[in-house]
C-alpha cells in the first residue's frame, strides 16, 4: 500500500519560517508530480505548490517569492520550505502525488493525512 506522511507543522509568529516535508512509502515504482495543498478553516482546499519529476515548479500566487517547493527522487520526499509567513497561511498543509504502483504500473492519485500550520503571535 502506497502512502504519503507529512511532517513539520506547527505554531510560528508572523514573519517566521516552516520546512514541511513528505515522504513516500510502499510499492512504489515511480512517482510523478508531487504538490502541496492547504484548506484553511471554512475554505476550498487550494494548491500552493508542485514539482515535476524534472523538477518544475509553480506556486500559487498568494506563496510566490516566499516559498520554495522541492523534491529528492531517491528519497522519494518532498519538501516544502515557507518563510515570511502570514497569518493567512494558517491550514491544514496536505501532500499530494502522482504515484505509480510497482504491482499495477497504475497511476493513482495519493494524499497525505494533513499537518496544522498555525500562523499567530
Known amino acids: 500500500q502506497v502512502q504519503l506522511v507529512e511532517s513539520g507543522g506547527g505554531l510560528v509568529q508572523p514573519g517566521g519560517s516552516l520546512r514541511l516535508s513528505c515522504a513516500a512509502s510502499g510499492s512504489i515504482f515511480r512517482i510523478n508530480a508531487m504538490g502541496w495543498y492547504r484548506q484553511a478553516p471554512g475554505k476550498q482546499r487550494e494548491l500552493v505548490a508542485a514539482i515535476t519529476s524534472g523538477g518544475s515548479t509553480n506556486y500559487a500566487d498568494s506563496v510566490k517569492g516566499r516559498s520554495t517547493i522541492s523534491r529528492d527522487n531517491a528519497k522519494k520526499t518532498v519538501w516544502l520550505q515557507m518563510n515570511s509567513l502570514k497569518p493567512e497561511d494558517t491550514a491544514v498543509y496536505y501532500c499530494?502525488?502522482?504515484?505509480?504502483?510497482?504491482?499495477?504500473?497504475?497511476?493513482?492519485?495519493?494524499w497525505g493525512q494533513g499537518t496544522l500550520v498555525t500562523v499567530s503571535s
Open positions: 499530494n502525488a502522482d504515484i505509480v504502483g510497482a504491482l499495477s504500473y497504475r497511476s493513482l492519485e495519493v
